[in-house]
């Protein structure tokens, strides 16, 4: 019975992995078809969750959940913002919830390193195929910037450091290197930022205090030579203002009560956004616009849970993703959000000390 389960756990994750290369295709080659794809995956996400979890299923749980997607089609459809994609952003975001929940296990943990890995690694071959030219990695991805190349990858490396403190797994330092390579060749400040961090938080994972310290120590030793380097081949050298102050400013300066409660509509509002392309590059400030004050109240329950789990490590990675979500419009909804789902659903098992859910083990 075991043995079945484990391979039956196996084949749902392929079936996960497969959804992380529609996306991907979605991003290479435009957003349609792939997107309902990924909506149609919904279906058989929860069946594969109710097979393997039909002795936990909670009629109280099902009922929240419906409750908060009808909440959420009503708010798209009181929202005067004209998206024609924020109904299916429903479907795919509640898809990605349900992933969340039955990516799990070794073989997942397997998986995800290969694909970090792998991501990372083709970044590098790219810039180095194309001399690191600054504009490199605007051509990866179809109509997204090199900004939210280096977003991916934070995010997928994000979900590998969250499984292998899940499964308390070695955090392997190569990836992080590359991360933070590739957030500098593909120019992008915050990139660079929130893969230090991540960097910083895995040589002290990896090595404990003293030889932590002892890295610091050289690193600050060397910090004339790091801040130089920084400067020449990043946007740091266009200095550190920036328009996404003035596009937030914009957006929520004269709000009536209705714009509240329902979202705006950035063509009516918001000339310097309409001017960006319509996109306040901001992803709480987007997702307002679809869904009014429901997606507000949404994630900061969410970010709530995360933070009365008291889990320094958690909070932190939550943190980073949230600082990413501010200063681009690509997730809430959208399936990077798995990484944030991800991280909450944890919150909560791990607060009820159940570690069925990505142990992939029974109690």
Same mark, same amino acid.
């Given at each position: 019975?075991?043995?079945?389960?484990?391979?039956?756990?196996?084949?749902?994750?392929?079936?996960?992995?497969?959804? &992380?290369?529609?996306?991907?295709?979605?991003?290479?080659?435009?957003? #349609?078809?792939?997107?309902?794809?990924?909506?149609? =995956?919904?279906?058989?996400?929860?069946?594969?969750?109710?097979?393997?979890?039909?002795?936990?299923?909670?009629?109280?749980?099902?009922?929240?959940?419906?409750?908060?997607?009808?909440?959420?089609?009503?708010?798209?459809?009181?929202?005067?913002?004209?998206?024609?994609?924020?109904?299916?952003?429903?479907?795919?975001?509640?898809?990605?919830?349900?992933?969340?929940?039955?990516?799990?296990?070794?073989?997942?943990?397997?998986?995800?390193?290969? &694909?970090?890995?792998?991501?990372?690694?083709?970044?590098?071959?790219?810039?180095?195929?194309?001399?690191?030219?600054?504009?490199?990695?605007?051509?990866?991805?179809?109509?997204?910037?090199?900004?939210?190349?280096?977003?991916?990858?934070? %995010?997928?490396?994000?979900?590998?450091? +969250?499984?292998?403190?899940?499964? #308390?797994?070695?955090?392997? $330092?190569?990836?992080?290197? +590359? $991360?933070?390579?590739? =957030?500098?060749?593909?120019?992008?400040?915050?990139?660079?930022?929130?893969?230090?961090?991540? /960097?910083?938080?895995? $040589?002290?994972?990896? %090595?404990?205090?003293?030889?932590?310290?002892?890295?610091?120590?050289?690193?600050?030793?060397?910090?004339?030579?790091?801040?130089? $380097?920084?400067?020449?081949?990043?946007?740091?050298?266009?200095?550190? #203002?920036?328009?996404?102050?003035?596009? &937030?400013?914009?957006?929520?300066?004269?709000?009536?009560?209705?714009?509240?409660?329902?979202?705006?509509?950035?063509?009516? =509002?918001?000339?310097?956004?309409?001017?960006?392309?319509?996109?306040?590059?901001?992803?709480?400030?987007?997702?307002?616009?679809?869904?009014?004050?429901?997606?507000?109240? /949404?994630?900061?329950?969410?970010?709530?849970?995360?933070?009365?789990?008291?889990?320094?490590?958690?909070?932190?990675?939550?943190?980073?993703?949230?600082?990413?979500?501010?200063?681009?419009?690509?997730?809430?909804?959208?399936?990077?959000?798995?990484?944030?789902?991800?991280?909450?659903?944890?919150?909560?098992?791990?607060?009820?000390?159940?570690? &069925?859910?990505?142990?992939?083990?029974?109690?």
């Amino acid at each position: 019975m075991l043995q079945h389960y484990i391979s039956l756990q196996k084949v749902i994750n392929t079936f996960c992995i497969l959804q &992380f290369f529609i996306f991907i295709a979605s991003l290479k080659f435009g957003a #349609d078809p792939f997107l309902y794809f990924l909506a149609a =995956c919904l279906p058989i996400n929860i069946a594969l969750y109710a097979y393997i979890n039909r002795s936990r299923l909670s009629l109280v749980n099902i009922i929240i959940t419906i409750i908060i997607l009808m909440a959420f089609f009503v708010s798209a459809y009181l929202s005067p913002h004209p998206y024609p994609y924020k109904y299916l952003a429903i479907l795919i975001g509640l898809s990605t919830f349900i992933l969340s929940l039955i990516f799990r296990g070794e073989s997942a943990f397997r998986m995800l390193f290969y &694909f970090t890995l792998i991501s990372n690694v083709l970044i590098l071959y790219t810039g180095y195929k194309y001399q690191f030219n600054p504009d490199f990695g605007n051509n990866i991805f179809i109509d997204n910037s090199r900004n939210i190349v280096s977003a991916y990858l934070i %995010f997928v490396t994000i979900y590998y450091l +969250l499984f292998c403190y899940i499964l #308390d797994k070695k955090i392997s $330092l190569s990836i992080l290197v +590359l $991360l933070f390579i590739n =957030c500098l060749i593909l120019y992008g400040r915050t990139g660079v930022v929130l893969s230090s961090l991540l /960097l910083v938080y895995g $040589l002290y994972k990896r %090595f404990g205090n003293i030889i932590f310290i002892g890295v610091i120590s050289t690193l600050l030793i060397s910090l004339n030579f790091i801040y130089k $380097l920084i400067i020449d081949s990043t946007n740091f050298a266009t200095g550190i #203002d920036t328009p996404r102050t003035i596009l &937030f400013k914009e957006y929520i300066s004269g709000m009536t009560t209705e714009d509240i409660l329902f979202g705006r509509s950035i063509q009516h =509002c918001c000339s310097t956004i309409v001017a960006y392309s319509n996109n306040p590059h901001n992803s709480f400030l987007m997702g307002h616009s679809f869904y009014g004050l429901t997606h507000t109240l /949404l994630f900061f329950m969410i970010f709530t849970v995360i933070l009365w789990s008291r889990n320094l490590e958690l909070i932190f990675f939550s943190l980073i993703i949230f600082i990413r979500y501010s200063v681009d419009s690509f997730g809430l909804f959208g399936f990077p959000d798995l990484v944030l789902f991800s991280i909450f659903t944890y919150s909560l098992y791990e607060n009820k000390q159940d570690k &069925f859910y990505y142990s992939g083990e029974k109690n």
